[in-house]
């Protein structure tokens, strides 16, 4: 009887199935137990919320993963990133909304005896790697856990995450998800 090789645990925040399914088939591949957290209170409206939540909750359940949903608290996300409502998409309210994900993500990793926490974020051109990074190291360093710093959309994981979602049919959206960057999808 051979010995098992240990996989180390990996939370995983995801945003969508779009950015999810790439980022953990990524992940598997480097031997990884990947669980999901679906914690987007930035998501707006309801609706939206549901519809990205049930999506990335369909792919789990289609193939075996384990997904942790957070309770939608879109009023606290207000709280959190209130006087920067106007800030440009990619602005300061996009570093606090990234904490603020990054840090729920970090606590219920540590909750649950996860090795590693990270997220999807990056997977997106429009979003900052460095920056998310940066702050998932802050969080980890803070909240005690291990952040896997990573930019998804290196070797083409943009584009593979497209292709992805094209063969699973998956719900895509065309905004970042909170109500301030509706203002400038078109």
């Known amino acids: 009887m051979g010995i098992q090789k240990f996989m180390s645990k990996f939370l995983l925040h995801a945003c969508c199935a779009p950015c999810g399914a790439y980022v953990i088939e990524q992940l598997q591949k480097q031997g990884y137990a990947v669980a999901v957290f679906f914690t987007n209170d930035n998501i ?18 289609e193939n075996k ?7 939608y608290r879109p009023e606290e996300w207000l709280e959190i990133i209130k006087n920067l409502e106007k800030e440009p998409e990619g602005g300061k309210r996009c570093e606090v909304c990234f904490r603020y994900r990054l840090e729920k993500t970090a606590e219920k990793a540590k909750e649950n005896c996860f090795d590693f926490f990270g997220s999807t974020l990056s997977i997106s051109p429009h979003k900052n790697s460095a ?8 969080v980890g360093e803070k909240v005690g856990g291990q952040f896997l710093k ?32 509706i203002r400038i999808k078109n």
Do not use: H, M, T
């Open 44 to 61: 707006y409206p309801a609706e939206e919320y549901e519809k990205r939540k049930n999506e990335i909750k369909k792919y789990c359940q």
């Open 65 to 71: 993963i384990d997904f942790l949903e957070d309770e």
């Open 131 to 138: 920056i998310i990074n940066k702050i998932g190291k802050e």
């Open 150 to 181: 990573a930019d998804w959309k290196e070797n083409n994981g943009f584009r593979c995450s497209c292709e992805i979602s094209r063969v699973n049919n998956f719900y895509r959206q065309n905004y970042c998800g909170c109500r301030f960057s």
